[in-house]
């Protein structure tokens, strides 16, 4: 499965689950024309214990590896979780959406985006840049 397939059908899934989510990283720079080199999707989810098993169903095994126990623990956390697609080496990082007011305030300004017939919902063009500067800042940087 391409890396696109993947996306669609990531899109898909929690958009039928009815899981609020934000496509970031290199995927969704490279709508607005910053393309960078991406192994990766990652996508920030709102997302409630009682959907885990929804996933779970959407991505069955021996095609993907996801974990009820990695979804759960990554929202009671507010961490994250994987989901991998064993045939191409697919992997699709699900960040958990935090309290924190930069992250909800991102996500609430959160545009639907088109590609190759798509529609997604991505971070609102010029941010993708200062998150990263807000995420050096707290990492001790200037």
Known sequence: MS????????????EEAGV???ITGSI??????EPRSTHDIDVVVVIEKSKAKQLINAFPSPAYYLTEKSILEAIEFK???NLLEAEHG??????ILT????????????N????????IQSFERGRHDF????LGRALGGQ
């Open 99 to 110: 309290e924190e007011p930069f992250d909800r305030s991102r996500f609430s300004r959160r």
């Open 3 to 14: 890396q696109q397939e993947l996306l669609k059908r990531v899109v898909k899934v929690l």
């Open 131 to 134: 998150s990263k500067i807000e």
């Open 112 to 119: 639907i985006e088109e590609i190759n017939e798509l529609k």
């Open 28 to 33: 969704a720079s490279s709508f607005y024309g």
């Open 90 to 95: 697919g992997k699709v990082d699900f960040w």
């Open 20 to 22: 609020d989510y934000m």
């Open 79 to 81: 961490n994250m979780f």
